[in-house]
């Protein structure tokens, strides 16, 4: 792990890439903009967003160099030095480690140990650093907006800005109060962080693409391209619909419904926006509540909100965070 002193040498000759892994709505964007105005040298940032709504994975780029020359580019980030990942349910539905140097960081809002994540990722090649950032934003801010804490972490493990760079970024970013709670969130994240260096020093000279990948030829509607473009209606040759997109996994708690209270009001399933209430039909010809669909079940609480019986609850998935696994334990386990 650099320092500040070996980081400022770095970052003369070199740029210094950062890829941030968010859902819609967790202040991906924000971390990036941040990482900007914190840096004491040139750098850029811009975002990818595929589609734009509360809870879709987002992905965030930034290049940081002391040399403004070498910043110029307005790609999207292949070889990262530090990604981070605002949520763990990211960890096995996006490449989040793709184009990772080895001795790259991986810095991650999980209650996961490091030898989990390895597990997850398939790569033991990078360093690893983990923060409980969902239970510090409910703790301070009353809110899972882990963006600001996740900095915190990166701060821990690149150096590439203080915590007075950063505290002063985001006192002109957000309002005095909100401003005050995220300072302390950050400070915290820093105490909070726990890291798994691996001791590979990383390449700063790797930034080099992906190959290229073209659609291929042969695809069912290739050859009979109407104006409007392919749209394919058989579902059997290319599965299509929301039933494909696991959306359960996008929020942070799971929906409990206790079937002994449910007096099968309905209210639930007529505000559900992602038709994730349960009901079938009985033997008295009524329609009955019978469970909640997790595969698409976001935890938007709508339900929770309108039950008058108090039937719905709710449970964050996430548990007590684990620290580093030590030495010992590893090479027991190896």
């Known amino acids: 792990?650099?320092?500040?002193?070996?980081?400022?040498?770095?970052?003369?000759?070199?740029?210094?890439?950062?890829?941030?892994?968010a859902r819609g709505g967790q202040g991906g964007v924000t971390a990036s903009n941040l990482c900007v105005e914190a840096f004491y040298g040139y750098g850029i940032c811009q975002p990818r967003f595929g589609a734009e709504r509360m809870g879709s994975p987002t992905e965030s780029y930034v290049r940081l160099s002391a040399n403004e020359d070498l910043i110029r580019s307005?790609?999207?980030?292949?070889?990262?030095?530090?990604?981070?990942?605002?949520?763990?349910?990211?960890?096995?539905?996006?490449?989040?480690?793709?184009?990772?140097?080895?001795?790259?960081?991986?810095?991650?809002?999980?209650?996961?140990?490091?030898?989990?994540?390895?597990?997850?990722?398939?790569?033991?090649?990078?360093?690893?650093?983990?923060?409980d950032a969902t239970r510090i934003a409910l703790e301070v801010l009353g809110r899972n907006i882990t963006n600001?804490?996740?900095?915190?972490?990166?701060?821990?493990?690149s150096?590439?800005?203080?915590?007075?760079?950063?505290?002063?970024?985001?006192?002109?970013?957000?309002?005095?109060?909100?401003?005050?709670?995220?300072?302390?969130?950050?400070?915290?994240?820093?105490?909070?962080?726990?890291?798994?260096?691996?001791?590979?020093?990383m390449d700063f000279t790797q930034d080099?693409?992906?190959?290229?990948?073209?659609?291929?030829?042969?695809?069912?509607?290739?050859?009979?391209?109407?104006?409007?473009?392919?749209?394919?209606?058989?579902?059997?040759?290319?599965?299509?619909?929301?039933?494909?997109?696991?959306?359960?996994?996008?929020?942070e708690w799971d929906i409990i419904w206790d079937e002994e209270t449910c007096t099968d009001c309905a209210q639930c399933w007529f505000i559900c926006p992602d038709f994730a209430i349960l009901r079938e039909k009985g033997e008295d010809g009524k329609y009955h509540m019978i469970g909640i669909d997790r595969e698409h079940c976001k935890s938007c609480q709508n339900c929770l909100e309108v039950c008058p019986v108090n039937a719905i609850s709710k449970q964050l998935k996430q548990g007590p965070a684990s620290c580093a696994v030590p030495e010992e334990e590893l090479k027991e386990a190896n």
């Open 159 to 201: 150096h590439l800005f203080t915590l007075d760079e950063l505290a002063d970024a985001v006192m002109r970013r957000f309002k005095d109060n909100i401003a005050a709670k995220n300072v302390e969130a950050i400070k915290q994240a820093i105490e909070d962080t726990c890291v798994y260096d691996i001791g590979i020093q």
């Open 208 to 251: 080099t693409k992906i190959s290229w990948q073209q659609v291929e030829l042969g695809l069912p509607g290739y050859k009979e391209v109407d104006k409007a473009g392919v749209w394919y209606c058989d579902e059997e040759t290319i599965p299509v619909g929301s039933d494909q997109v696991r959306t359960g996994s996008w929020g």
């Open 74 to 131: 307005n790609e999207q980030v292949y070889a990262p030095h530090f990604v981070s990942v605002l949520d763990p349910s990211l960890l096995s539905e996006v490449d989040v480690i793709a184009g990772v140097p080895k001795g790259g960081w991986l810095i991650v809002n999980t209650a996961l140990n490091q030898q989990e994540i390895q597990e997850i990722v398939g790569r033991k090649d990078i360093n690893i650093a983990t923060i």
């Open 1 to 21: 792990m650099y320092d500040r002193k070996q980081m400022e040498e770095i970052l003369k000759e070199n740029v210094v890439n950062l890829r941030f892994h």
């Open 148 to 157: 600001t804490i996740i900095l915190g972490a990166l701060i821990r493990v």
